[in-house]
């Protein structure tokens, strides 16, 4: 009986091993780092994720950052859904910043340790760049985020379309003036009602003109007995008025991470899309390039009205002096 036993306990345990391999492997794809940021000026965590084949191959990757919500941490995408195990139906490049508990991806005024915009954009971008074999450009970057990350997300490509091509929210908190005294918004803009013009430029519902012509490709969605629903809902009719192109899909769900887990793989899915179809219709001259663009442009007007005003100053001045000289001929003649 002993034996008999054995024998099961070890079949049972060699099959519940082999169910948690292909999850031990993709965890080990998942790299720890820290970075030392000058503008949180303090160290901060996040994970990566680098899909299977990158340490033997000279391929670059996508990448997409993945921001968690209020009250969370750099941790909880990877311990609270499988959207590592999902990643490895995609060949891209996972990036989990901390935004800290409610640091809620902007930068404050008023709190100098509190500027993850600036670090999101500035130094944790160029990281990732300069460390991984990353396909660099806009349209192989995405960035999604839930909740509090949701309103990261959907902001920071409005603010930044030169560096997202594809940007995407479950549950996004859209427009943080609907909610003046939770989640310690206040604490990073201020109370509300003395700085209302600074809450509505960190909004996600003000900021939607500025996606007008700016070719990101967005998504969002949220369950219906979300208490975020109306202001997605909002988001979407502000959208539509405004001629930009969206998704925005709505589900049976609450604000849980039961909702979350279930719809991240559309996401995944939804970015994967836009990486591979690239940028459409040719190049966009967008963001900072074209503001570079822009200047040598003014700069080449400027200088050629400079020349042409010069040649022009040149001939007038020739024909002053042949004037001059004829009136002397004149007199002399006289």
Same mark, same amino acid.
């Given at each position: ?14 099959? #519940?091993l082999g169910?948690l ?31 299977? #084949?990158?340490?033997t ?11 968690h919500?209020?009250? #969370? ?33 902007v ?105 007008v ?8 969605d949220?369950?219906?007995?979300d208490?975020?629903f ?17 998704l ?5 769900g ?39 663009? #822009? ?40």
């Amino acid at each position: 009986m002993k034996r008999v036993l054995f024998w099961a306990g070890l079949a049972f345990w060699t099959i #519940g091993l082999g169910w948690l391999l292909p999850a031990r492997a993709t965890k080990a794809n998942l790299r720890l780092l820290t970075i030392q940021s000058k503008e949180l000026h303090k160290s901060t965590p996040l994970y990566i994720y680098l899909p299977e #084949g990158y340490a033997t191959s000279r391929k670059r990757y996508p990448v997409l950052y993945l921001l968690h919500g209020a009250y #969370g941490s750099y941790k909880d995408w990877v311990e609270k859904t499988d959207v590592a195990e999902l990643a490895d139906a995609y060949h891209m490049i996972l990036v989990f910043p901390d935004g800290s508990p409610f640091g809620w991806y902007v930068d404050s005024p008023f709190d100098s340790t509190y500027r993850y915009e600036s670090y999101l954009v500035r130094e944790l971008i160029p990281t990732i760049d300069s460390h991984y074999r990353t396909l660099g450009d806009r349209w192989h970057r995405g960035i999604c985020g839930l909740s509090m990350g949701g309103h990261g997300a959907i902001s920071l490509a409005e603010k930044h379309p030169d560096l997202f091509g594809s940007a995407s929210s479950l549950s996004g908190i859209l427009d943080i003036t609907r909610h003046p005294t939770q989640w310690h918004i206040a604490d990073r803009l201020g109370p509300y009602g003395q700085n209302i013009r600074l809450w509505r430029q960190n909004s996600c519902y003000y900021l939607a003109p500025r996606l007008v012509n700016a070719h990101v490709k967005l998504l969002f969605d949220d369950g219906k007995s979300d208490f975020a629903f109306p202001e997605n809902l909002a988001f979407h009719l502000r959208l539509d008025s405004l001629h930009v192109a969206h998704l925005f899909r709505v589900f049976p769900g609450a604000h849980t991470w039961q909702y979350w887990a279930a719809h991240i793989g559309e996401h995944l899915e939804f970015h994967n899309a836009v990486f591979e179809a690239g940028a459409p219709n040719g190049f966009f001259l967008k963001g900072r390039f074209l503001k570079e663009i #822009g200047i040598v442009v003014l700069f080449l007007v400027f200088y050629g009205l400079y020349y042409w005003g010069k040649k022009q100053s040149g001939r007038v001045r020739r024909r002053r002096r042949d004037v001059l000289e004829r009136i002397k001929k004149n007199r002399l003649g006289e």
